[in-house]
């Protein structure tokens, strides 16, 4: 028996060591930011109080254990009952409790502080992909999981990061106060990089908040954090901190590579590709964002996922077809692609739809084929905002301008930069009633809010100036075009003046 | 009472015809009112659920002996991580502390049966059907629940196979099948109590059996409607949890967790009452505090009704609410310390010898502690949004409820055993069952902690490469942990069929009314009220 105890011992010594050596794959890291610092402190000071009145129990256990045996002659004692001792384990472990609680209290108020941020970028997740959108200069961009099938079907040898690398990181820079605006399209995910010491849920229709600020650039990884489906293994993170010039040099090239895209969304619109091009990257675009559900293989899966070898949709009508890829199906997991794909590859992936796997229909979807569709306006409108460039048109007063910084710093996170909202959860902006309707109405909204909805009153974050740019704005962006221009006067006679 | 147990005499006096045996055959399980063969049912239907969902746990754990898909397809993977939860919770720790009830609570108060013995019988027959459906789900188009057994919406609604109705209505009888057992013992404790038997002198089973009774009739129909508003949300176009029609979807992990926390207390307060019976026996020495046991067993039970939002800190809740749910979990320690505590200060200068039950015993006290200390290290908010949803956390709630409860259970089984059959059971078996279900359970649960705190996060069906030596590690352990249940399974077939005759009193330190009648207890135990002294 001794030598047991004596065996049990070496091990937790050596598991104890094994912890204690800080940066290793046993133990928590202790990441990049001053807020994981302090975490990973409060993790190892509670252990090694857990460990200490664990080796002090358990000691008096086994010590009993060892000597309070029948077999070496041990009599029982008849004590029991003891007011004085019952009071003492209550009475002891509770000042550990308050010693506990006092670092851990502070550490979460520091944590949950998102005021002061340098920098805002909006994540929505969807299955099985995060969306990340720059809020201060208006751009974003889909990160997939980049892990070739083939590796995960061990049909290939598994590279460094496997499963935890994404086709286009989130980029931010160091020493900067990032705060995250954290949301969801379908189901619940969470978002978790452990070297910041943040993990928030993506929750549909709900914004959650985040921050971090990193000392050290470097690319760190994590993963989605909450049961999403089928592929919740499948949608890692990758964010990569860049120094301050760095940042800002990636940050030209993407606002660069952003007008680029749109000029090819142009071009894509007046040149005919042929049945072979069509069906090269309907296939990539395919296996990438369709094949997770409806299989490589177009069967999908029986009772969960539809196929779309021999279906109605893909032999049917092409501007039905051309719907339900651009708009997505309420009520099912079929996600809206207009806003995930250029139209060239939507239009190549509808054609590949209709023709792989015996379908053979024949057609060749043309990109402008989406635009002329008359399957659904909406289809028609999302195009335009792809063509049609800047938000707002020139022709608007310097004071919609302003406005726009306002709007997508308070407006943006549930009505979106284009003013769609999301349908179900936020309502557009674009085309609304109120933003086409009675000023003082729109004011009234804007100023007051809309008790029992998301809608916030911003009469008291914003001054009049900004509140009237805001709605100038909102009734002169994405095709509103009312004319109307507000003025802080307009404002304090119709909900009088804010604080 | 003492006019109640005389009609009761009366009534058995006049059905004696087919004597105090029962009938044989087929339809004796199938209509018994008998507290003994219900008990005996639910025992044995909860060993059969806990091969079933241990299965599923070895298809989760050969699918991640290394990275890559090769046995199994997400989707399956997550279908079994589902059931494999949902049977051990429902169908597996449930039934079997029902069973435990139903065998030792009338012979621990000198009752002569349940005293609803009906009731008692529909209660365990619902459960079969209960499980049939959900198991039959897995076989239909699309599959069966893939959403995890805390089923969060909208990934249980919207998103969710179509087979989900299968899954609710499962859900919904085997709530009925725990309030009916509920109240049954509710009933039996508070109104068949031998003369003399005051609540301040029921063993703690009973006690701890009282207050869980208490918190299943409190739960179940939460979870109950919890379930009805996935179905109504998912079938019948209404928006509970869905933000487009104004819901809200984490309103469900409120109403959820508002059952799921007490939930997780009515798996393990009948374990605290099983190991202080057993570990004063073998210390052949009083247990040390028994009042202080009582009063810590019903502060747990309040206090987790103000706890359940420890499981949502990740979920976006303000500050003063996660600060509440933190100090409120860091409270529940402390009636726990105090129980562990008891049992020591019990062992503390006994005469300690080492039989199987007390073996299981010990380990009990060791392991659960230390899912206490890492359910103490969840409770601290910001490192719990570092531990929330990776194999910290799978490693904690195993250690509560694998080394835990079930380890309990199996004490319990091997300590009652010689009473409900009449035979000693092989102790050398025995001790081999507990030595590699030891050793294996730490080797598939212990390094969990490790994979967590590296950044492993829960319910995925492949990993990182710097996961992988662990993962191999774990899934050997599990897999012996599961051939080492089969060990058990020797060891109670052996038990049933024969072995050495036991003695009324088989442990030398036993106290309780049920050693006081002879081994077998006789079908019908305590005809006449037993003497409380």
Wanted: aromatic residues 12%.
């Amino acid at each position: 028996m001794q030598k047991i105890i004596k065996i049990f011992a070496t091990l937790g010594v050596v598991s104890l060591a094994f912890v204690a050596r800080g940066e290793s794959s046993f133990n928590m890291t202790q990441g990049v930011t001053d807020i994981s610092h302090r975490v990973y402190d409060l993790h190892m000071t509670i252990l090694y109080i857990c460990v200490a009145i664990g080796v002090v129990v358990f000691g008096v256990m086994f010590y009993s254990i060892v000597k309070h045996r029948k077999s070496s002659g041990a009599k029982a004692a008849q004590f029991h009952e003891s007011t004085k001792v019952e009071l003492l384990w209550t009475i002891i472990p509770f000042f550990i409790l308050i010693a506990m609680a006092i670092p851990a209290t502070t550490t979460l108020i520091e944590m949950e502080d998102n005021s002061k941020a340098d920098i805002t970028i909006k994540i929505t997740a969807s299955q099985w992909k995060w969306h990340y959108q720059y809020f201060d200069h208006d751009f974003g961009f889909f990160s997939l999981l980049a892990t070739p099938s083939e590796q995960i079907k061990n049909k290939a040898t598994k590279t460094t990061n496997y499963l935890l690398e994404v086709d286009r990181h989130l980029v931010i820079p160091v020493n900067k106060k990032v705060r995250f605006l954290i949301t969801a399209d379908d189901v619940i995910h969470a978002w978790w990089v452990p070297a910041f010491a943040v993990k928030q849920d993506a929750n549909p229709g709900f914004i959650n908040e985040a921050w971090t600020r990193v000392n050290e650039p470097g690319i760190y990884r994590g993963q989605c954090a909450e049961l999403c489906g089928k592929d919740h293994g499948f949608m890692p993170i990758v964010v990569e901190v860049l120094s301050e010039v760095d940042y800002q040099q990636w940050l030209k090239g993407q606002l660069a590579q952003v007008a680029r895209d749109k000029q090819a969304e142009q071009q894509a619109l007046s040149s005919t590709v042929t049945l072979e091009e069509s069906m090269l990257l309907g296939k990539t675009v395919y296996d990438g964002r369709c094949a997770a559900c409806h299989q490589q293989n177009g069967q999908g899966i029986p009772g969960a996922f539809p196929a779309i070898k021999g279906s109605a949709i893909a032999l049917g009508d092409v501007n039905a077809h051309i719907d339900i890829v651009a708009n997505g199906k309420a009520g099912t997991a079929m996600q809206a692609f207009s806003a995930q794909l250029s139209s060239k590859e939507l239009a190549a992936v509808i054609t590949y739809e209709r023709n792989a796997w015996g379908n053979d229909t024949g057609d060749v979807v043309q990109a402008s084929d989406l635009v002329q569709s008359n399957a659904n306006d909406s289809i028609i409108e999302k195009f335009d905002e792809k063509i049609v460039t800047p938000a707002v048109a020139e022709k608007i007063e310097p004071v919609a301008r302003s406005g726009e910084a306002v709007y997508l710093a308070h407006c943006a996170a549930c009505h979106q930069v284009t003013g769609a909202g999301i349908p179900g959860a936020f309502p557009a902006l674009k085309g609304s009633p109120i933003a086409l309707g009675d000023v003082s109405l729109h004011i009234i909204m804007v100023a007051n809010g809309k008790p029992g909805t998301a809608m916030q009153g911003f009469k008291n974050q914003l001054t009049a100036d900004e509140l009237a740019a805001v709605i100038t704005y909102e009734r002169n962006a994405w095709g509103n075009d009312t004319g109307d221009t507000v003025v802080a006067s307009d404002i304090e006679s119709t909900v009088g003046g804010n604080k | 009472m003492t006019d109640a147990t005389a009609n009761n005499d009366q009534t058995l006096a006049a059905d004696d015809h087919h004597g105090h045996q029962p009938p044989k055959g087929l339809m004796r399980w199938v209509l018994t009112t008998n507290h003994k063969d219900i008990g005996t049912l639910y025992l044995c239907f909860s060993f059969l659920m806990f091969l079933i969902g241990g299965a599923m746990a070895m298809v989760i754990r050969a699918e991640l002996y290394q990275p890559g898909l090769q046995i199994v397809e997400p989707n399956f993977f997550n279908q079994m991580t589902t059931v494999h939860g949902l049977i051990m919770v429902f169908g597996a720790v449930m039934p079997a502390f029902t069973g435990l009830a139903n065998w030792l609570i009338p012979m621990m108060i000198g009752a002569p049966d349940m005293a609803l013995p009906r009731m008692n019988n529909w209660s365990f027959w619902i459960l079969p059907m209960a499980f049939t459906i959900l198991l039959s789900s897995l076989f239909m188009e699309g599959g069966g629940p893939n959403f995890g057994w805390t089923f969060y919406a909208p990934l249980s609604t919207t998103y969710s196979p179509d087979s989900t109705a299968l899954f609710v209505f499962a859900i919904h009888i085997m709530g009925i099948s725990s309030i009916l057992g509920a109240i049954n013992v509710v009933v039996t404790i508070i109104n068949m109590r031998a003369p003399g038997m005051t609540y301040m002198k029921m063993p703690l089973f009973v006690w701890t059996w009282l207050i869980t009774a208490f918190l299943l009739i409190a739960v179940m129909p939460v979870l109950a409607a919890t379930v009805t508003m996935v179905l109504t949300d998912k079938y019948f176009g209404t928006s509970f949890f869905e933000a487009a029609g104004g819901g809200d979807p984490v309103l469900f992990q409120h109403i959820f967790w508002f059952f799921g926390h007490p939930e997780v207390y009515i798996m393990i307060l009948p374990s605290f009452g099983i190991i202080s019976a057993i570990v004063p026996t073998f210390s052949r020495k009083k247990l040390f505090g028994y009042s202080s046991m009582v009063y810590a067993t019903s502060s747990i039970a309040l206090l987790s009704f103000v706890v359940w939002a420890h499981h949502m800190f990740t979920t976006g809740m303000p500050v003063a609410a996660e600060l509440f749910f933190m100090y409120c979990t860091m409270l529940i320690s402390i009636p726990t310390g105090v129980k562990v505590f008891n049992w020591v200060a019990t062992m503390w200068r006994g005469s300690l010898t080492f039989e199987t039950p007390m073996l299981f015993s010990i380990a009990f006290i060791v392991l659960f502690t230390i899912g206490g200390f890492s359910g103490l290290m969840l409770a601290i908010t910001p490192a719990d949004f570092q531990y929330h949803d990776t194999y910290f956390v799978v490693a904690h709630f195993h250690y509560v409820l694998v080394t835990g409860a079930i380890f309990s259970i199996m004490a319990a089984a091997y300590y009652w055993l010689p009473k409900w059959t009449g035979h000693m059971y092989d102790e050398r078996l025995g001790k081999i069952h507990f030595w590699c279900s030891l050793i294996s359970v730490n080797v598939l649960f212990f390094p969990m902690h490790f994979l967590g705190l590296a950044g492993m996060p829960r319910r995925i069906p492949d990993y990182a490469l710097q996961f992988a030596d662990f993962n191999q590690l774990v899934s050997i352990g599990g897999f012996a942990f599961g051939l080492s249940q089969l060990i058990f399974l020797v060891v109670l077939v052996k038990c049933v069929r024969g072995g050495e005759k036991a003695p009324a009193k088989p442990w030398e330190g036993a106290e309780g009314l049920e050693w006081e009648m002879p081994s077998p207890a006789p079908y019908h135990s305590h005809t006449t009220p037993p003497e409380i002294k």
